[in-house]
Structure formats: C-alpha cells, structure tokens
C-alpha cells in the first residue's frame, strides 16, 4: 500500500471542497438530467414518421437520380 493515500484524503474535500459543496453539485447535476422516460419518449418522437409509400419511392428516385 505504499504510494497510495488513505482513503479518506481523497475524493471532494481533498481538492479543497466542502463535502456539502461536493453533494450539492451531484445532486444538481444528476436532477438536470432527463429521465429515462423523458428519453424514450424523445427517441419516439424523433424515430416517428408519417411517410406514405410515395415519399419514399420519390426520395429514392431522388437519391438515384443525383448519382448519375
């Protein structure tokens, strides 16, 4: 175990933090991020389309025409 600190001189108050100022940035950090539903239900919204059958054969007729 030489080289190594003790357990306790590591971690947030070590780069000179107090450990409610350590606290408060993960709880802020952790609450400003989107749940998991709020994900999924932007993944659905984003993955959802309304296309007909022609749309998609003109896209497809577009992107053929443009490699030529």
Do not use: F, K, N, W
Request: glycine letters at 8%; a neutral charge.
């Amino acid at each position: 175990m030489t080289g190594r600190r003790p357990r306790h001189t590591e971690g947030p108050c070590r780069a000179g933090r107090s450990l409610q100022a350590y606290a408060l940035d993960v709880l802020v950090g952790e609450a400003s991020r989107p749940t998991l539903a709020e994900v999924a239900a932007r993944a659905e919204a984003e993955a959802s389309a309304s296309l007909s059958a022609s749309d998609v054969l003109a896209a497809i007729d577009d992107a053929r025409a443009g490699r030529h």
